[in-house]
Nanobody, 114 residues
Framework: VQVVESGGGLVQAGGSLRLSCTASRNIFEINDMGWYRQAPGKQRALVAVINNRGTTSYADSVKGRFTISRDNAANTVYLQMNSLKHEDAAVYYC?????????WGQGTQVTVSS
């Protein structure tokens, strides 16, 4: 599955960004799609995931601020990030899992300024 992310950039603390992730496979063939992030010197960690039933799960650090959603017609998943904090700055990666594949996007940088 090819995975293409977009939407990263520079935002002030307290601001918002929306990330997009489009998969080359029909979204109904996908088990789940998720967003992970990796800050310098840290391991890649789960931010949010949505499965093929629409069930979502979030890291505790982003609950109430981030929302993951999907557009089935566009094979796309979004991550709406509100009230961004400095600690949210990282490279964000989209992950797509099917029954037999586990694929990653190239990553998109999110930078949070003061």
């Amino acid at each position: 599955v090819q995975v293409v992310e977009s939407g990263g950039g520079l935002v002030q603390a307290g601001g918002s960004l929306r990330l997009s992730c489009t998969a080359s496979r029909n979204i109904f063939e996908i088990n789940d799609m998720g967003w992970y992030r990796q800050a310098p010197g840290k391991q890649r960690a789960l931010v949010a995931v949505i499965n093929n039933r629409g069930t979502t799960s979030y890291a505790d650090s982003v609950k109430g601020r981030f929302t993951i959603s999907r557009d089935n017609a566009a094979n796309t998943v979004y991550l709406q990030m509100n009230s961004l904090k400095h600690e949210d700055a990282a490279v964000y990666y989209c992950n797509v899992r099917t029954t037999i594949e586990n694929d990653w996007g190239q990553g998109t940088q999110v930078t949070v300024s003061s």
